[in-house]
């Protein structure tokens, strides 16, 4: 990731509109900011949240409330609480998040 031409900012999470996402179960609703090829997202998934693909896409995942599990293809799970964050490259480990409990996740792709 190389990050250029974006000036000095201040995000307040709450005026960013937001936007819904299905899982195959739950809900995933996304505040998106985009600068250039740099995607940062303020994430809240509904309790009992599961996503509905594999995902292979690079992130920098901060867990700031709840808990978020994150399952790895290969049988590997991680399980994040606030304070704790992952990451992975583009094209890494396929990886899947659920959630029984709810959390909210500050993510840049």
Do not use: N
């Not at 867990?63 to 799970?77: A, M, N, Q």
């Not at 583009?90 to 409990?101: A, F, N, Q, V």
């Amino acid at each position: 990731m190389h990050m250029s031409q974006i000036p000095f900012g201040i995000t307040d999470w709450a005026t960013v509109a937001p936007t819904t996402h299905e899982g195959e179960t739950g809900l995933a609703t996304w505040r998106t900011r985009q600068f250039g090829d740099i995607r940062v997202r303020m994430v809240e998934y509904s309790p009992g949240y599961l996503a509905d693909h594999w995902c292979e896409k690079g992130h920098i995942l901060l867990c700031v409330e709840g808990e978020l599990s994150t399952d790895l293809k290969d049988g590997r799970c991680f399980t994040l609480t606030p304070g704790m964050s992952y990451q992975v490259a583009d094209g890494g480990e396929p990886h899947r998040s659920r959630t029984t409990k709810g959390a909210r996740l500050f993510i840049v792709d």
